[in-house]
């Protein structure tokens, strides 16, 4: 059974940073998109960061670039997401999720589409403070 599983939320003031982790298991994590989704209250659930882990090249959706940076370790089947000077807007639950098709690029590409995944985390809250 395909599990990913995200650690790493919390509470943080505006400028802060924090790093979220998602370690994937059962899963064929070669060559496939991995994305980081989030979600606030009463808003859709956005995409602001993908790498394929194929190649290492990553995505951002603008208003996290420069501020969020994704990367891996393939050793450990895990993804990254590090945020530096946070803003209360960021604030939201994280999911991280694998794409279903493996060697589909174009999953990387924002924005982000749900469909694209069929494999998600239970997800972490980040709390950003003013």
């Known amino acids: 059974q395909v599990q990913l599983v995200e650690s790493g939320g919390g509470s943080v003031q505006a400028g802060g940073s924090l790093r979220l982790s998602c370690a994937a298991s059962d899963y064929t994590y070669s060559s496939r998109c991995m994305g980081w989704f989030r979600q606030a209250p009463g808003k859709e659930r956005e995409g602001v960061a993908s790498?394929?882990?194929?190649?290492?090249?990553?995505f951002y959706v603008d208003s996290v670039k420069g501020r969020f940076t994704i990367s891996q370790d393939n050793t450990k089947n895990t993804v990254y997401l590090q945020m530096n000077s946070l803003k209360p807007e960021d604030t939201a639950m994280y999911y991280c999720?694998?794409?279903?098709?493996?060697?589909?690029?174009?999953?990387?590409?924002?924005?982000?589409?749900?469909?694209?995944?069929?494999?998600w985390g239970q997800g972490t809250q980040v709390t950003v403070s003013s």
């Open positions: 790498i394929y882990t194929g190649s290492s090249s990553t």
């Open positions: 999720a694998g794409a279903s098709d493996a060697h589909f690029v174009p999953a990387c590409l924002h924005p982000l589409s749900r469909a694209d995944f069929g494999y």
